[in-house]
């Protein structure tokens, strides 16, 4: 389902500058600044399609959250969609990509956050929340705790749309790692770490996350699935790649 407003006014060109190859590199895993520019606004009308296919419509939302905003490649395709009585906010755990935003993208409200909640919002201030490529780095501990932060923060009715390592992953985990790809089946759950723990950082992209749905769903307890679009049957897409994207609604 097309929304073509949308894609209209997504077709107007966006103030914010395209970051550094670097900064591009630590949140997307490329240097290519016309890939990254060309996504924002892409990203953007994805979000806002896979919403209205599952009867969300994106214009009753008045404070919005890009959780893991990285530097701003969402935040800033909504330049156009939104207005001045809308909230945008946006956090990171690094604070080089959050001066990114907050030096580039003033129609956002940016700040550094832990890695760990709480966020600086107040309960049910929120009307819809995203994540996108990032339960797919946390901790369970920090997974458990995000999900349960996603429900104090999201008002009743309001609505979280989250991406994560599911369908199209298992089989390569499987592949790659037997161990990894049991502890998915028994658990519904793995972490994975590239490399060393001690030469990188919680919530790095060295550490990929694997969930199954059944175990998303126990997760987002307080919210009911209103769809989920399985990475094998929708991807690769702008938002996620071949992650699955569940959208779920507070109860
Ligand atoms: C793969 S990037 C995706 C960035 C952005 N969502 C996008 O789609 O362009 C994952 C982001 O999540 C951030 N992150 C990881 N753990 C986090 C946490 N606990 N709280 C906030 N941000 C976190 C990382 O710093 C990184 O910017």
Known sequence: MIDTQATKLLQRELSTAVPPGDLIFLVNGHRDGANYAASRGATVLNIINLLTAAGVDYRNFRSLLDFGCGCGRILAGWEHL??????????????????????????????????????????????????????????????????????????????????YHGSYFAPTLAQNSKEGS??????????????????????????????????????FAGFEVVRIYPGVSHGPNPFASYQDIAILRRI
Not at 84 to 108: R, V
Not at 121 to 150: C, I, K, N, R
Not at 204 to 219: I, V, W
């Open 82 to 163: 939104i207005d001045g009585s809308t909230k945008l906010h946006g956090f990171d755990i690094n604070p080089t990509l959050i001066e990114f935003c907050q030096k580039n993208i003033p129609f956002a409200r940016t700040a550094v956050s832990s890695y760990f909640p709480p966020l600086p919002l107040a309960d049910g201030s929120v009307d819809f929340a995203y994540a996108g490529s990032v339960w797919t780095h946390l901790s369970l501990p920090a997974s458990m705790q995000w999900a349960g932060e996603f429900a104090r923060l999201i008002a009743t009715g309001g609505i979280a749309m989250v991406s």
């Open 182 to 219: 049991q502890q998915l089946e028994e658990r519904g759950f793995y972490l994975h770490l590239h490399g060393s723990a001690t030469d990188t950082f919680d919530g790095s992209n060295h550490y990929a996350t694997f969930m199954t749905s059944a175990f998303m769903r126990q997760l």
